[in-house]
């Protein structure tokens, strides 16, 4: 869903990340912020670019997080039992009635990386925890049970260096 942020949330988010992002942007020189389009992102993503003087972030499709279809904002009781019992039985490859699965977000996650892979620009990337997760498996080859449960915390910041060649992800 696209849930609402408020001004405090944007405010907490700045406090911890502007500083580690600034030393970031002094490390690297040229830094572009991109951004999912769902506006807990985009608003920190906008708020940082303008607190530490960078340009208006980019916009990527490709960096939202999973969409669950009919099931989002509902509750568990409120989802169909057979539902739940086929998402547990291929929690990777179900998908709810009209959203995407967990392989359809990394593929998403894979197009993406695989276009920004051959630009030499650093990037910081305002996205959502199954992305981060999504990249970090990616980047460091993990098997798909070990990456979704990695944790990620909300306004943290995630540090991932691209290889010369993103590795081959089956």
Known sequence: MDVPVTPAEIDEAL????????????????????????????????????????????????????????????????????????????????????????????????????EIEASAESWVVVTHAGVIRVLLGVLNNLPFDEWSRLPIDFASLTVASLPRKIPAYV
């Open 15 to 114: 406090t911890q990340l502007a500083p580690l992002l600034a030393s970031v942007f002094a490390a690297t020189g040229t830094c572009q912020i991109i951004s999912s389009p769902l506006q807990r992102c985009h608003r920190l993503a906008d708020a940082l670019a303008k607190q530490l003087h960078r340009p208006k972030p980019l916009v990527d499709t490709c960096l939202q997080e999973i969409d669950f279809g009919d099931w989002e904002g509902k509750a568990w009781n409120d989802i169909p039992r057979h539902e739940i019992d086929a998402w547990a039985a291929d929690v990777a490859g179900f998908a709810p009635p009209n959203g995407e699965s967990v392989q359809q977000l990394r593929e998403r996650v894979l197009r993406w990386l695989n």
